[in-house]
């Protein structure tokens, strides 16, 4: 093994902007309770972006330096750099999770030397990660380091919808931009914990691919009775309840209204004020990143909020936590299968096309870093 | 007394739109436990409007009938039909509180005989209103039926501000149209409770009177620089609750972006989803019913909802409420008085100048209903 190991480094400064490159770097060492993990495949998840590019505008992205050291830089408008000041002049490792072979083990932590794991914690875009052991998830028995990979992030998201939707006392699940990754494992889940789930998706062939999982609710966001559609699943399901992955634009509000449209329907649900069941809606990402245009006609019981990931197991408690990545373990290869559409190694990974490709977050255009 | 009384209503039908006018009815009779009120006063707040206009297109209002038995009628746009479902073909009486003389009691309320009390429950813009005694507030001796008029909505809403902060864990308030009759109220329980309190206004006079009442913080949403002023008072107060009497147009984000600019000068405040400290908007009102647009730059811990004072007064609970109530009457003619800038009769009140008055729901043009 050798001593020193590419890791990938975003930057932003007031004078040049972002720059993304590759630093040569020591190879970390597995303290006591550590082990040092190979990364064998790490995805590049929506999360990841905004550490990745901060507010540069990559219409402006140069791509520079030389095939196996290359550099991409662009510009980053004055509000952005605003926005950026706590990370200003600080070279930042990235990556939120990944997965690969534990190849050296600190003292008590020898058990796990050999076998495969999924990590969080971030810095996984380099060729080695050293985490505590009790923070990796040990792999089933043959599973690949690309199974794992995205072992943590859309898994507990998807899983974290179930238990919000629990812990607010509602029953049905409504979610954006479903046929992501994310989407298709929240499918899953609701199918094998019978929870009623509306899919929003953005084109036929996505709506084809959700049928084809064997969703019920399916609705395409760009039919011109979207809002009427989505009122009647929302009449069949009881659905008080969204998670957006867009932000952007009328959808979210056109969400609330056609909850309300629902509830108004249901016998003594009109009131001066609109309905008195509280509505609720939780941004998790920004797909979209204009600005959240909402019509207020659904009455007065209702929320808007942000949705995290860390926040809310924060809230869900150890045990919670630890029985929702047990059943990512034993179902990793079923329910919580990922599928990518391109694999980059950590160089490729700056080039202009795959820049383009996963800056874009389109669904269906997930990249994979395998940075051996 | 005769056995009639005039009593407002708002009519809503498909073919029609809107029709409001008087009615010539029975004046109820107090049963057991109940008193009947002769209504003395009862305010036109922001919140009975949505039941004297529902969805009607004022600006096409037709002012007819005679002097004593005046009509107004103004078409109803057809979204505004299908929101208005609930109320169709209903004629509803009107106006939300109130206060007069007591001139009958049923069993068991004959104490408050001849006492000038406070109403809430509707149907008080009308001759007499009949209510359960123990829902009454009876108000302090020499109190003027002027004075109690305005004893629920604005006072609890101001009193539920405060402790709301208190149950959501927050320490300091935003308050927007803060030079309402609330907006005043809210500076004085403020002051006396020494809870910090951030006053956005929206012309230099409106500063001005909130500094003559000895606001410490008053910014003017027209300033140029407006959230960086916020972020500042933000700063200086701690504040990451808000609450919002407008709802359209930017300032809604606009707030919470403040709050996370402020939260940013802390030290450790960033992260890169944002801080992580939760920031909220309440929308209490909609003097703005125009979409609200947010420009999410506020990372991810942050809320935004209606806030209804019934169902708060029900989180509060009965002791709470009771608690409230009695704080009310205590300080009636100080921390709660009310300034009107116009008495109207029942008939009056659908004067075409009173119509577009009370309508427009301008900070300082406030109308109390004399039915007398």
Redesign the interface.
């Known amino acids: 093994m050798s001593e020193t190991m590419l890791q990938f480094r975003s930057l932003i400064t007031a004078e040049s902007g972002l720059e993304m490159s590759l630093a040569e770097v020591p190879v970390p060492v597995a303290g006591d309770g550590e082990i040092l993990v190979r990364i064998e495949a790490a995805p590049i998840n929506p999360s990841d972006i905004?550490?990745l590019c901060g507010a540069a505008d990559m219409t402006g992205a140069v791509f520079g330096g030389t095939a196996s050291h290359p550099v991409v830089t662009a510009p980053v408008p004055p509000a952005g750099l605003r926005?950026m000041?706590?990370?200003m002049g600080q070279s930042m490792p990235c990556g939120n999770e990944g997965a690969g072979t534990v190849v050296a083990a600190g003292a008590g932590a020898e058990a796990l030397l050999g076998r495969k794991v999924a990590i969080i914690g971030g810095a996984t875009y380099a060729g080695y990660r050293a985490v505590r052991a009790s923070d990796a998830l040990l792999l089933p028995e043959g599973a690949t380091a690309e199974q794992g990979a995205s072992s943590f992030v859309n898994p507990l998201t998807a899983l974290g919808f179930v238990e919000t939707m629990r812990l607010d006392g509602h029953s049905a699940i409504i979610h954006t931009a479903a046929a992501s990754n994310l989407g298709q494992m929240l499918v899953r889940i609701c199918a094998a914990d019978k929870v009623p789930l509306v899919n929003i998706v953005r084109s036929a062939q996505q709506a084809a691919l959700l049928h084809g999982l064997g969703a019920t609710h399916v609705i395409d966001m760009t039919a011109p009775d979207f809002v009427a559609q989505l009122a009647d699943a929302c009449e069949k399901t009881g659905a008080t309840l969204a998670f957006d992955a867009i932000?952007?634009g009328t959808q979210a509000?056109q969400i609330l209204t056609a909850m309300e449209i629902a509830i108004?329907r249901r016998p003594g649900?009109?009131?001066?004020?609109g309905s008195?069941v509280h509505k609720q809606l939780y941004?998790?990402g920004?797909l979209d990143?204009a600005?959240?245009?909402?019509?207020?006609?659904f009455?007065?019981?209702?929320?808007?909020?942000?949705?995290?990931l860390f926040?809310f197991l924060k809230r869900l408690g150890a045990e919670g936590a630890e029985r929702l990545k047990a059943r990512v373990a034993a179902e990793l290869t079923t329910t919580f299968a990922s599928h990518y559409s391109a694999r980059v190694s950590l160089a490729e990974m700056l080039s202009e096309d795959a820049v383009k490709g996963w800056y874009r977050r389109a669904t269906g255009t997930k990249y994979l870093v395998v940075p051996d």
Do not use: D, H, K
């Not at 009455?299 to 995290?308: K, V």
């Open positions: 905004g550490l926005a000041a706590g990370r932000g952007g509000g108004g649900g009109y009131s001066r004020y008195e941004v998790y920004g990143m600005p959240t245009v909402m019509t207020r006609g009455g007065m019981a209702w929320g808007m909020g942000g949705w995290l926040p």
